[in-house]
């Protein structure tokens, strides 16, 4: 996710530790020469102070050795899931030195008491919450001017939210009225414990962070919300699951429903153009000192984030952890699959995101439904790029719901100031303001509220960038529209027929499979750049990014479009396409990728969608007509039958796009590359030939989801307006 790092504005904090809950924190060793520390954790259990290269045993309650290890530079040394129990370690040689036994707990274990919480003292600036195993999290406090107590927002991720130097969002959310808290993640910044990407102890320390925070004298109400884009917005889920009682609500912005579905594998192919550098990141980061500030700190004398350093060198590798999961398990993948604990969550949920987010992706939308337990649950999407969650399309509802849901108080008129300001930062364009929105003037708490809670609470923007009055690429929408659940309900799956000549229609063909020509093309990643944009990262936020999206060359892919449309089609949800292929290859990468073709012959990107071929089978229970399913796992990893056609069926990720009577549906077909601005592929495909039957017995389609219920504007927007859409001219390969 993208890497917007944070702070507050001061330095200085105390945490006091509250000795009963700290029993078995810290076990030194007795009299003996080898020095030897043991910390217990949840399924975890840490080793400290050992001699470097010190072999090591770990030894269960029936004198069993469960595990070894060796000590590393550091004199430190992690086992990970353990089950919960009582362990020994002792070293191997002369002498045997025997140290416990520890009690390591369970995920599931009851919390701490809540004098734990309120045993500890944070003041404003820089300091420690402890967790329940003794791990300390590096924080930074920063309170708005005037009297507290102030309703509270937190920030808890890998980034550097605590680093006092990184002012960004303490400054947004004091603007807004609030306290803001960043927190690290352990294992990250001058936090304590060992790193590994959504490992279940993060969620439990993001339990004890919250209580923590909660019962400080200036968090009003002794309640907290949580806020953050990305990372930070993951991490709310994860922490929400846990229930933490005095957590007010969340509002995670471009999120992820599922990590190996939805932005790590998707399609079963390996994302390498942004995942795995991520997790590389992350991981260089939580190295010793790895963020850069940490150094500094403990320099001046912060005598803890030096100690927390000592487990870093015993992070796993998470590209070794990718590479060995090319499929999906249910060990490895429903722990870090959000949908699948969404309905734990029982706090107000405020949701954001892009359909063309360029590194979460923009699957996230399937995770709605799983919301089960939230009181109320708001989303709005909308087509552009990662930052658009914190867009003015968005930002009005949003600090709308943190004022309702955090601050128990009728929205104030502060987000008109700040939102211009952010959104300027964020993708150059000035002079353009929040859209109108509830006028809350006069209103009591209750009926602001009441007045929030009567729209729509799933909102779709459409055409962001070209809003009418403001410039080209303002992140702004054109119109809009509103339902009250996801996926839409009167969204009507509508059919369009592959023909043999390359045309989509209404009904299939009426050819026998002898009579209708297969259609082919190799399957060569190298014909086309890796992906759309060749620049910065942020430079795909701003108003007219230099967009470099191509068209297939001759025999290197395949199209399909229908005639000019009669009338309006809008699309709200995912689309399927299903295809007959074969190959004389046994496996092959497939992409297709969904636009509008305009009267003026202008070409605009709307979505796409991947698969391994060998990946098709389909999971029954959960797919649907326009939204295949994939089960991912090793065990239905089917190749190709040689020779023979066989169907696949490829999901478009979610979208919501007006296609206007005149305008043309497109579908291309080719090996994965070309269609996002940072996603590119590990891709099998070498040029294999790939063919593709249209026939009476064959009915390649696409199936989309068309509503009737939105007033479009008669006029197209201009051709590059469109955030994260890019646009070019068509080509009839």
């Known amino acids: 996710m993208a890497r917007m790092r944070r702070a507050s504005l001061a330095v200085m904090a105390l945490v006091a530790l509250v000795a009963g809950l700290l029993v078995a924190t810290d076990v030194p060793t007795s009299a003996d020469p080898v020095e030897l520390t043991l910390r217990p954790s949840v399924n975890q259990l840490y080793v400290l102070d050992a001699t470097p290269g010190q072999a090591l045993q770990l030894v269960n309650a029936g004198d069993a050795v469960v595990g070894t290890g060796t000590a590393d530079t550091a004199g430190s040394f992690v086992w990970r899931e353990l089950k919960a129990g009582s362990y020994t370690v002792r070293t191997t040689g002369e002498p045997v030195v025997t140290v416990g036994p520890v009690t390591v707990t369970d995920y599931s274990a009851a919390p701490p008491a809540a004098s734990f919480y309120s045993g500890q003292t944070l003041a404003e600036g820089f300091g420690y919450i402890t967790t329940r195993d003794g791990t300390t999290l590096s924080a930074n406090v920063s309170l708005p001017s005037g009297p507290g107590p102030f309703p509270t927002v937190v920030e808890y991720s890998g980034y550097d939210p605590s680093n006092p130097a990184n002012t960004t969002m303490s400054v947004l959310y004091n603007a807004l009225g609030f306290a803001y808290v960043g927190v690290n993640i352990r294992g990250t910044g001058c936090s304590g414990g060992s790193f590994l990407n959504f490992e279940p102890v993060q969620s439990l320390d993001g339990y004890d962070m919250i209580e923590t925070i909660a019962a400080q004298s200036w968090a009003k109400f002794h309640k907290v919300g949580m806020v953050g884009i990305s990372y930070p917005g993951i991490s709310q889920l994860y922490v929400a699951q846990t229930r933490p009682p005095h957590l007010s609500a969340i509002s995670p912005l471009s999120v992820i429903d599922d990590t190996y579905n939805g932005t790590l594998y998707p399609g079963g192919i390996l994302n390498t153009g942004f995942a795995v550098p991520w997790a590389a990141e992350r991981s260089s980061d939580a190295a010793p000192y790895g963020e850069g500030w940490e150094q500094p700190r403990v320099d001046g004398g912060d005598t803890t984030c030096a100690a927390n350093q000592a487990l870093r060198l015993q992070n796993p590798d998470p590209l070794k952890l990718i590479k060995a999961n090319p ?59 990662h930052t658009e969650s914190l867009s003015l399309g968005v930002f009005d509802r949003y600090a709308d719901f943190l004022d309702l849901y955090v601050g128990r108080r009728v929205p104030t008129n502060a987000k008109g100031l700040v939102a211009p300001f952010l959104s300027e930062q964020l993708t150059g364009v000035s002079g353009v303001g929040l859209p109108l929105g509830i006028n809350y003037t006069g209103m009591s708490y209750p009926q602001a509220l009441r007045a929030f809670q009567a729209r729509k609470p799933i909102r779709i923007l459409f055409e962001e960038g070209a809003a009418d009055g403001a410039p080209s690429g303002a992140p ?46 190799r399957a060569d990643p190298r014909a086309l750049p890796r992906t759309t944009y060749s620049g910065s990262s942020s430079g795909i936020w701003t108003a007219h990014p230099k967009y470099h999206w191509r068209q297939i060359p001759a025999d290197k892919g395949l199209g399909w479009i229908t005639a000019p449309l009669k009338r309006n089609a809008v699309a709200i949800g995912t689309g399927s396409v299903d295809l007959w292929i074969r190959s004389a290859a046994r496996d092959t990468d497939l992409e297709v990728t969904l636009s509008e073709v305009r009267p003026n012959g202008t070409e605009v990107y709307v979505q796409s969608g991947w698969l391994r071929a060998s990946h098709r089978k389909l999971d029954a229970a959960r797919s649907t007509v326009i939204s295949p399913v994939h089960t991912n796992l090793k065990s239905d990893a089917t190749r190709l039958p040689a020779g023979r056609l066989t169907r696949v069926r490829l999901e478009l990720f979610p979208f919501a796009h007006p296609f206007r009577a005149g305008s043309r549906l497109r579908i291309t077909l080719d090996a994965p590359g070309n269609a996002r601005p940072l996603w590119a592929f590990q891709t099998i495909s070498r040029g294999e030939r790939v063919y593709v039957a249209a026939d009476r017995l064959h009915r390649s389609r696409v199936v989309l989801p068309l509503v009737s219920d939105v007033s479009v504007p008669p006029r197209a927007p201009k051709c590059a307006s469109l955030r994260s859409q890019p646009c070019r001219t068509y080509g009839t390969r």
């Open 327 to 385: 499929f999906y398990s249910k060990k490895v993948g429903d722990p870090i699959s959000p949908a699948l604990f969404a309905h734990r969550i029982n706090v107000p949920v405020f949701l954001a995101g892009a359909w063309q987010d360029e590194q979460t992706g923009g699957h996230f939308p399937a995770i709605l439904d799983d919301f089960t337990s939230s009181p109320h649950l708001f989303a709005t999407m909308t087509n552009g790029s």
């Open 476 to 521: 702004l929408p054109r119109f809009e529209a509103g339902y009250s659940s996801w996926p839409i309900r009167s969204a009507k799956p509508t059919a369009w027929y592959l023909t043999p000549g390359g045309g989509l229609k209404a009904k299939p063909s009426k050819l026998r499979p002898r009579q209708a020509k297969q259609r082919s093309y």
